[in-house]
């Protein structure tokens, strides 16, 4: 089946510094999404992204989605307090059809720590 | 609107207990997702509705769970017997579409399960 492979699995930084967090698909995507867990919380969907090399920019977030449409990054630039927590992708198959249309596979997640 | 609403908040059970696990999707929303979240094994969708039917329960662990979906504003998830591993926190998302560019998935604020 799908798998979604999030690297890495925790990171560390120090108020100010950038942080990225890579996503790998073993299938071509139709569409990858990102979201965002605060401690405690639930998963909020941050964006979607679906067309081939696309790039997207909320704020200090930048979103890529591969040329291949297999892999995707989410780079925040000088990261804030506000900004830790557990940023996931998500991803549906293109080759997806039937019961699995629309159905996203998560990644496990980049655990994201900043130290004021 | 109120957002997904989930309840209970948190449930504390005995090994052998039946649980049962409710919610209540935005309205207009035409999917509805369960999914359960451990750190071992992160984010799994366990089974989706669409218009009160079940399209894929694949992810649904075993005979041990069970869900139902009555009518368009309520949903049920439940376990008998729960077991010490069923132990997670669930989640239940719903969403107007499973594709296009507007695609999101909005979640509940989860209930956090602990069998004993």
């Known amino acids: 089946g799908q798998q979604v492979m999030q690297i890495p699995q925790y990171q560390h930084v120090q108020e100010g510094e950038d942080f990225t967090t890579y996503c790998n698909s073993s299938t071509t995507l139709s569409n990858i999404q990102w979201y965002k867990q605060r401690p405690g919380g639930h998963p909020v969907f941050l964006i979607q992204l679906v067309k081939s090399g696309e790039v997207k920019k909320q704020k200090r977030l930048t979103f890529q989605f591969g040329e291949a449409k297999k892999n995707s990054s989410l780079h925040i630039t000088a990261t804030q307090t506000t900004d830790v927590g557990t940023y996931f992708c998500?991803?549906?198959?293109?080759?997806?059809?039937?019961?699995?249309?629309?159905?996203?596979?998560f990644g496990q997640g980049t655990i994201l720590t900043v130290h004021p | 609107d109120a957002g997904v609403i989930q309840s209970p908040r948190h449930e504390v059970t005995e090994m052998g207990q039946e649980v049962t696990l409710r919610c209540k999707p935005i309205s207009g929303h035409d999917y509805l997702f369960w999914y359960r979240q451990t750190m071992m094994r992160g984010l799994e969708l366990l089974i989706y509705?669409?218009?009160?039917?079940?399209?894929?329960d694949s992810g649904m662990p075993e005979d041990r769970f069970s869900a139902k979906m009555p009518n368009a504003s309520f949903s049920t998830l439940k376990i008998q017997p729960s077991e010490p591993r069923d132990s997670a926190v669930y989640f239940c998302?719903?969403?107007?579409?499973?594709?296009?560019?507007?695609?999101?998935?909005?979640f509940g604020p989860g209930t956090r399960l602990t069998v004993t």
């Open positions: 998302a719903s969403s107007p579409i499973v594709a296009g560019p507007n695609y999101e998935q909005y």
């Open positions: 509705f669409n218009n009160n039917v079940p399209i894929d």
């Open positions: 998500a991803g549906s198959s293109i080759n997806a059809g039937g019961t699995s249309y629309g159905k996203l596979t």
